[in-house]
């Protein structure tokens, strides 16, 4: 990836264990091992940020369709800004940061069969704690350690 692809919008597919999937957003920053981008649904809605590790894309593509969204967006002020960015340089850091500024994010853990709403409860040399929403809606600690 080189630096052309800031502030535009580009589709990414994703390789999951069990499949694909499409991203679209806009690219907010880059590093070796990390994508960020403002994610786009598909009713032109910037819907929160994902972040992608970049081993996994398989694929990026941008065509009209992209070109034509990203218009839209920028008329109505949605292009990403300088506070939007996140600090890319490893997975405690951004972890850390994301836990800080927002409390609360999504774990995807490469499946689509699992996630996990949460925040960070500790991170402890290579291993990663949070309090999780139970599906009743309850926090809950009773999850293991993720090893980072």
Known sequence: MNK???????????????????????????SENWLLMKLITDDYVANGYIILNTKFIKDNKRDEKQRFTQKILDLRGEKPTQKDKIPLTDLKTIITYIS???????????THKSCWLGKVKSITGNDLKIDYLNPRAIWSTTMPPFKL
């Open 4 to 30: 052309n692809i800031l502030n535009k919008v580009f589709a990414f597919t994703f390789q999951y264990i069990d499949c694909e999937d499409i991203y679209t957003g806009y690219v907010i920053d880059f």
């Open 100 to 110: 800080d500024k927002f409390g609360l994010f999504l774990f995807d853990m490469r």
